[in-house]
C-alpha cells in the first residue's frame, strides 16, 4: 500500500512540474519553423522582383525617381483604398520605402 501511495505521489509532483499538462500545446513546433520565413515574405506587399531590382540599384537618380512615382500615386488614392488588403496602394507605399531605404544604405543622400 505503501509502494501505491508512493507512486500516486510521486505522479502528482510530475504533473505538478509539468503543469499539469502532458506537453502538446497544440503546436507543432516543425510547422511553426516552417511557417516563419512565410509569414516574413508575405509581410512585403507586392511583386519580389521590385524589391529585388530596388535593392540591387546603385543609381541614386534612379530610386528617387522611384520613390517619387510610387509615394506620389500612393498618396494620389484615396485613403480609404490605402489600406485595404492587397490594395496597389499598399504595394506602392512598401516601393517607396524600399527605395528609401536603399538610398539610405548606399549614401545617396550625403
Known sequence: MRILLALVALIA????VNGGDDGDDGTDTA????????????ALPG???????????????W?????????????????????????????EKA???AADDRMSEIGCYG
Not at 509532483?13 to 505538478?16: E, H, K, L, M
Not at 511583386?47 to 541614386?60: G, H, K
Not at 512615382?69 to 496602394?89: I, L
Open 13 to 16: 509532483v510530475f504533473a505538478v
Open 31 to 42: 510547422e511553426t519553423t516552417v511557417q516563419a520565413p512565410q509569414a516574413e515574405e508575405a
Open 47 to 61: 511583386s519580389p522582383a521590385v524589391y529585388e531590382e530596388i535593392a540591387a540599384s546603385t543609381d541614386c537618380a
Open 63 to 91: 530610386l528617387q525617381e522611384t520613390f517619387d512615382r510610387n509615394r506620389d500615386r500612393y498618396e494620389a488614392r484615396d485613403p480609404s483604398e490605402r489600406t485595404q488588403d492587397g490594395n496597389p496602394g499598399q504595394w
Open 95 to 97: 516601393y517607396a520605402e
